[in-house]
T-cell receptor, first 112, second 113 residues
Framework: AQSVTQPDIHITVSEGASLELRCNYSYGATPYLFWYVQSPGQGLQLLLKYFSGDTLVQGIKGFEAEFKRSQSSFNLRKPSVHWSDAAEYFCAVGASGNQFYFGTGTSLTVIP | EADIYQTPRYLVIGTGKKITLECSQTMGHDKMYWYQQDPGMELHLIHYSYGVNSTEKGDLSSESTVSRIRTEHFPLTLESARPSHTSQYLC????????????FGQGTRLTVV
């Protein structure tokens, strides 16, 4: 069965510090992987996606993620966090039938 | 910017009322989805559609129903609202095929009192 695990429920970082949000997936075939961001009271916005090819993918707002098949991971990174990055982040896997399975999310707090 | 719209954004309604949450997209996407989102939980797929006249139940049991009479419109209906239906409901759409992402509306925050 498909599943996504985001082990960190909440992360706090200082503005300007680097960030890594963890994501592990379980899927039998080649995964299609996504990171979304959700600001309070809003829907989900796509940050980046991995379908194939280069395992390091670049996204919007300076985010990047690296697909590691051996570790079943797709961690999100940003070298320098801005206060506006405070939000909820969701990792997702695209499965057969074009359904999407989401993790429970990681809430990011940025302190000045 | 994705063109998918949900109305209302916020709704407070009494127990036993019938409600319809609206979702429309202008991207011509074949596939549409309804997710239920509660704090600290993953998004749960409650309904999806592959196209006009196609509707399927998702992984999460839901007392709601959906219809897909037009490509752009995918409303969700609760015949008799209960406090357990209090949640955020997110509508999404995607193109047909494997390598596509989902585009989300801003959500409807439903409170049943």
């Amino acid at each position: 069965a498909q599943s996504v695990t985001q082990p960190d429920i909440h992360i706090t970082v200082s503005e300007g510090a680097s960030l890594e949000l963890r994501c592990n997936y379980s899927y039998g075939a080649t995964p299609y992987l996504f990171w979304y961001v959700q600001s309070p009271g809003q829907g989900l916005q796509l940050l980046l996606k991995y379908f194939s090819g280069d395992t390091l993918v670049q996204g919007i707002k300076g985010f990047e993620a690296e697909f590691k098949r051996s570790q079943s991971s797709f961690n999100l990174r940003k070298p320098s966090v801005h206060w506006s990055d405070a939000a909820e982040y969701f990792c997702a896997v695209g499965a057969s039938g074009n359904q999407f399975y989401f993790g429970t999310g990681t809430s990011l707090t940025v302190i000045p | 910017e994705a063109d998918i719209y949900q109305t209302p954004r916020y709704l407070v309604i009494g127990t036993g009322k019938k409600i319809t949450l609206e979702c429309s997209q202008t991207m011509g996407h074949d596939k549409m989805y309804w997710y239920q989102q509660d704090p600290g939980m993953e998004l749960h797929l409650i309904h999806y559609s592959y196209g006009v006249n196609s509707t399927e139940k998702g992984d999460l049991s839901s007392e709601s129903t959906v219809s897909r009479i037009r490509t752009e419109h995918f409303p969700l209906t609760l015949e008799s609202a209960r406090p357990s239906h209090t949640s955020q409901y997110l509508c999404a759409s995607s193109e047909r095929g494997w390598n596509t992402e989902a585009f989300f509306g801003q959500g409807t925050r439903l409170t049943v009192v």
